[in-house]
């Protein structure tokens, strides 16, 4: 009786105990596939910083409900920080848009550099997906452009993976709106 009641009692605990489940990870990558070779342009584009609000600082996705609450999801998260991965998307769908690269913090002071400050970037409880962001052009002489950048997309269906899907269709939006401004 001894020994069959510790062996119960382990029995118990394994079945109480729910399985552990891995996060689902999404990588934030351009579809655009990186040129090499020398750039032969008199305009050098420079994505100087790409800076993000301090609650899109972690892994998970962000969700914000109708009391604007923030949900940060646990088990589906970004494969990276989006500090790390903004730059990169962001360089190579504009330089996509422009028909030639944007080097990513290169320090040319003859470059034109890019500055974009992401301040909301997540899903909305109406099943949509958010992006605000501030950006700004900077010749050797100064500032010449900024603007904002506002618009929600509604999300194909619903689950995280539509909208990571709708994350990245609002962020190659903004590189088109950037890229038109630096090519006018």
């Known amino acids: 009786m001894r020994i069959l009641l510790p062996i119960v009692f382990l029995l118990l605990a394994a079945c109480s105990s729910a399985p552990v489940q891995d996060p689902t990870q999404y990588l934030l990558r351009s579809s655009v596939i990186p040129t090499t070779g020398s750039v032969d342009s008199a ?16 892994l ?14 646990r088990l589906h998260q970004w494969a990276e920080p989006l500090r790390l991965s903004l730059p990169r998307f962001m ?12 080097s990513l913090r290169s320090g040319d002071i003859n470059a034109t550099r890019l500055l974009i400050t992401i301040d909301q970037f997540h899903g909305t409880d ?14 050797p002489e100064g500032t010449m452009r900024q ?12 689950g995280y993976p539509a909208l990571v899907q709708a994350q990245r269709a609002l962020l190659r939006q903004l590189a088109v709106e950037i890229s038109a401004t630096l090519g006018s």
Do not use: C, N
């Open 60 to 73: 998970g996705l962000v969700l914000e409900t109708a009391s604007g609450e923030i949900h940060t999801a």
């Open 91 to 102: 360089a190579l769908e504009i330089g996509e848009e422009l028909g030639q690269p944007v």
């Open 147 to 158: 603007g904002q950048f506002s618009k929600q997309q509604s999300l194909s269906r619903d």
């Open 126 to 139: 109406d099943g949509a997906a958010l992006l605000v962001a501030y950006w700004r052009i900077e010749g």
């Open 43 to 58: 305009m050098v584009y420079d994505l100087s910083a790409v800076e993000v609000a301090p609650y899109l600082d972690s």
